[in-house]
């Protein structure tokens, strides 16, 4: 069983479209997180979800827009992509929002032609 | 914005060796955590540490709190080929939940 589960893996598309990564955790955890690794491998944060409501947004263009219909489920919707979206998204869960133990999923490698 | 500054930022080493990588911050944390990434997977935990001073281990890796909380070190014993990956620090700082990864050690194992 999968903990932490994104889809799709991979994501191939063209500047302008508009995507969807999804991700449901099965922890049981009450808080969801967005985070973006780019081609340096740095990893940052992007949108946190406590109980569905957010708890953390970062300095994040208002074309990437989160949705948590409840809260074993954080999607991320990006509008009008542009190249430099390309980058490996992952989602993540935890029990609480001050603690630092993360559960990942695999990554959602978008590639944006 | 805060960035975790890891070293070295990357390592060549032969199967066997030992192993030290350290993470250090122009502010205070609370909380020390190191993760570690297989290549194509999402990072996963390896340590946690919440007391400075504290020195934890698990397995072959053994992980410290730096005293002044604004460091925190990890060792790792015999290397084997399974180590290779992309090795994190992250912490949330006093007083604010959002947690912030360092720049990453990669190790190499050289057959």
């Known amino acids: 069983d999968t903990a932490v589960s994104q889809t799709p893996k991979y994501l191939v598309t063209q500047m302008g479209n508009d995507k969807s990564i999804k991700c449901e955790q099965n922890l049981g955890h009450d808080t969801m997180y967005w985070y973006k690794q780019d081609s340096k491998k740095f990893l940052k944060i992007m949108f946190s979800?406590?109980?569905?409501?957010?708890?953390i947004n970062e300095t994040v263009p208002n074309r990437f827009s989160p949705k948590s219909p409840d809260k074993a489920h954080l999607n991320l919707h990006i509008n009008s992509l542009e190249l430099g979206d390309s980058a490996v998204y992952f989602c993540a869960s935890s029990q609480g929002i001050n603690t630092g133990e993360l559960f990942f999923g695999e990554g959602s490698r978008l590639t944006v032609l | 914005g805060q960035q975790l500054n890891q070293s070295p930022q990357s390592m060549f080493i032969q199967e066997g060796e030992d192993v030290s990588m350290n993470c250090t911050s122009s502010?205070?944390?609370?909380?020390w955590l190191w993760y570690k990434q297989d290549p194509g997977e999402g990072p996963v935990l390896l340590i946690a540490l919440y007391k400075a001073g504290e020195l934890t281990s698990n397995g072959r890796l053994t992980a410290q709190f730096g005293i002044t909380r604004k460091d925190s070190f990890l060792n790792i014993s015999a290397s084997i080929p399974s180590d290779v990956g992309i090795y994190f620090c992250?912490?949330?700082?006093?007083?604010?939940?959002?947690?912030?990864f360092g720049t990453g050690t990669r190790l190499t194992i050289i057959p």
């Open positions: 992250a912490g949330p700082r006093t007083g604010n939940e959002k947690l912030t």
């Open positions: 979800y406590n109980n569905k409501e957010l708890i």
């Open positions: 502010s205070i944390f609370n909380t």
